[in-house]
């Protein structure tokens, strides 16, 4: 199935799994663009520790007597069901997200035609190990390293300027990370090399071949 005919929702959380989530952005990729956005700042239980403040510039007043993620099950459950999660550096997401919900419940896999539903937030779109993967020989693979390297800073501002709070439009801010994680994929998925691109190939391209292998095998043995 060709990547631009599938949802796909971009996530990204400030925050950690010690503190919670203090604000997530979701990105909602369809037919080669962003077409929504959303974004919120959420209570936690625990002090925000000075140091993750300083990077994303969330304290704890900013949150107070605002709702917990888990306020919005209905929402990611419902994200899931309709398309599948990206992520820049999924590991990240995906251990922040199963701390608050295990599991999202019976959801289309979406990678391969055919497949029975899943109980699992993946699998991934992960545009941290698909430039790995494409491109190997970038010296570094943090997202703002490629945005400029690939000199897609004007699109990333310009769908920011559309979707993110004034005050939350620059790196470490979950919506703008999440956006401009959804614009680098766009852009690698335009390179020549990739332009048919389909979904399966975006997970293998995500996945370690040992991770993939096993995958595809547990697939192909439920036929």
Known sequence: MFWQNVPIHVLDFEG?????????????????KVISAHTRLCGVSKPIPFEESGVHGIFDEDVKGLPPVDADWDLFSGLRRSGLFGSHHAPAEIGMISEVWRVPGKVPDFSLK??????????????????????????SHKLSDLIARFDIRERVVATADKFCPNTRRRYHCALYDAIAAAELLINMCEHPSFQNTGIL???????????????????????
């Open 114 to 139: 055919n497949c029975p539903p899943v109980n699992d937030w993946g699998p991934w779109v992960d545009t941290c190990r698909i430039a790995k993967t494409w491109f190997p020989r970038e010296r």
């Open 201 to 223: 190939d975006l997970i293998e391209a995500g996945m370690s071949a040992k991770k993939f292998r096993n995958r595809i095998q547990g697939e192909l043995d439920l036929f």
């Open 16 to 32: 950690s799994v010690q503190t919670g989530i203090v604000e997530y952005g979701f990105a909602t990729l369809l037919g080669g």
